[in-house]
């Protein structure tokens, strides 16, 4: 059975060193009294939750998945979730980043964020259902009438009650636009609300008493397309006046998706049948509301896919340390035994040393994103806050794309350096790579998170908030432009910015031409670009390690050997995705579709 043993000293060394978390955090009114001490207990029992009671229960839950009895519609999770849950919401979990005011302990996003990285590593299906109601909590807090706030909040603060959003229904997918899924008023403030959802990610289980439906639908006479959906909170019981609950809502769960990974989380198929709801936010405007709880998805898929690539990169690790088969090339390392440890071979160290390097890339990238979303959501200045918001908002399509490829192809590695035993269920790594897959599919695919990034975020303002961010590289190069010790960081990291430069001029000017070169395009520049970002990142961990390299700790000497395998062989990949990316729409769409 896999092990998880939490990444603490990393993660202190990307906030205490790498981003200086506490002194920033400190100069916002809601964290003023943050300190290290705090962080680092919260990261030690946070982690001890996840390795010893999450991590045991991921294997067998895989194996078990979730069990729907059709003519209750209720579903049971894998045993020791439920269990498991309940110690989740004893520990106060739950509350960790939430506002005072509904019960919670107003914690950073930084912080609330690092625990999500240990238990998505431990077990990324269980850890949905609270994920899920987080989301839900931050819509509402967001958007939510005085009386939601009121009747869910400190529900969902707690962990008493969880959450879900139901967005997309079988005819649509990510086109939200065509939903069909009716709202009707009834008179007195609330809504009947009557159709079919597909995809919920914890849609149905009996861990807790309620579960909160956010729900896409339509009123009368709207909009036709995107304009015309509202948000409704509709609970799976209604809720009395003195909080208590009342009947059963008809919102049912009438299926659960086969799925090839994350099977211990109940991906419900979901009826509306008439159920009640109340409306979040403005009539029509419900992807605005909703929206909140998608960003947090995306970077909560981000959180998945490092989770992931983290656990897969230490069980690879230790099994290849361990494993012997064959000598090495220049002869035996292990003379006293009859092969040597796989680990000699260039090529499992190539495939553990990617899957670190976007683990430890992926960390300090996600914290410093979370560390900006702190700013955005607490600071006392309102510039500060609006460039902070544009900043997460160019960064998240990042998170969500290009965290989740590299999880991808870091399990995958993971999976290899096992040999034949890593296609075997036992071992674990098998689950790691399937679990991981579903990150590129939901919340909106990679192929939308890069037109996001590519249309909306970069385009669409010529480029205004990527400048900005290309200021932060140019001010750390000119700085460290005459340390010899760094040039072998900051030339490449130089250079990749001139080229992102180039290459979203271009394609700008391309795009006047004929839009559909945005779509040609945006695949190959947002990794161009998350590649630029994680260069940065990695460059300025490489000087604090080259600073502390001979302080004795070997922490800074895996660090700096690990930023110059990134430099050597995970950056060149840009060369052939700029290439790629110039090679523009006519390779696509010449040939007719007739032929495919």
Known sequence: ????????????????????????????????????????????????????VLAPINLSGDLEGCTLDKTTHEVKPPKGFKEAYAQYIEGGWP?????????????????????????????????????????????????????????????LTSGEWTGTMCLTEPHCGTDLGLLRTKAEPLGDGSYKITGSKIFI???????????????????????????????????????????????????FCTGLEHKMGIHGNATAQIALDGAVGTLVGQPNKGLMAMFVMMNAARLGVGNQSLGLTEVAYQNAAAYAKDRIQMRALSGPKAPDKPADPIIVHPDVRK????????????????????????????????????????????????????????????????????????????????????????????????????LDLLGRKILSNNGAVLKKFGKKIAAFVEEEGTNEAMQEFINPLADIGDKVTKLTT????????????????????????????????????????????????????AKLYTARFYFAKLLPETASLIRTARSGLSPLMEMDEALF
């Open 201 to 251: 990610s914890a849609g149905e289980h009996d861990m807790v008493d309620n579960i909160v439906h956010l729900v896409l639908a339509r009123l009368p006479d709207a909009p036709q397309g995107s304009k015309g959906i509202s948000l409704f909170v509709v609970p799976k019981f209604k809720v009395n006046a003195d909080g208590s609950l009342g009947e059963r809502n008809p919102v």
């Open 1 to 52: 059975m896999p092990q998880y043993n939490p990444p603490l000293r990393d993660m202190q060394f990307v906030m205490h060193e790498l981003l200086n978390a506490v002194d920033e955090l400190k100069q916002l009114p809601a964290h003023a009294d943050i300190d290290v001490d705090t962080i680092n207990a919260v990261l030690e029992e946070g982690g001890k939750f996840a390795s010893e």
């Open 351 to 450: 495939m553990l040393l990617t899957a670190r390097a976007y683990a430890e890339g992926g960390r300090a990238l996600s914290m410093y994103v979370a560390l900006t979303l702190d700013k955005a959501l607490s600071s006392g200045d309102a510039d500060e806050r609006k460039e902070a918001d544009d900043e997460v908002a160019l960064l998240t399509p990042i998170v969500k794309a290009f965290i989740s490829d590299n999880a991808w192809i870091a399990t995958s590695h993971c999976m290899q350096v096992y040999g034949g035993h890593g296609y075997i269920h036992e071992s674990g790594v098998e689950q790691f790579v399937r679990d991981s897959r579903i990150n590129m599919t939901y919340e909106g695919t990679n192929t939308v998170q890069s």
């Open 506 to 557: 271009e394609i700008g000017m391309k795009a006047f031409q004929n839009p559909d070169e945005v779509g040609a395009a945006a695949v190959d520049y947002l990794r161009v670009a998350g590649h630029m970002v994680f260069a940065y990142f990695f460059a300025r961990m490489a000087k604090i390690a080259l600073e502390k390299k001979d302080s004795g700790d070997s922490f800074y000497t």
């Open 95 to 155: 509350a960790l980043g939430c506002d005072p005011e509904y019960g919670g302990q107003g914690l950073p996003v930084l912080l609330n964020q690092a625990l999500y990285e240990m238990l998505n590593s431990a077990n990324q299906a269980w850890t949905m259902y609270p994920g899920l109601s987080h989301g839900a909590y931050e819509a509402l807090h967001a958007h939510g009438t005085d009386e939601q706030k009121k009747t869910y909040l400190p529900k």
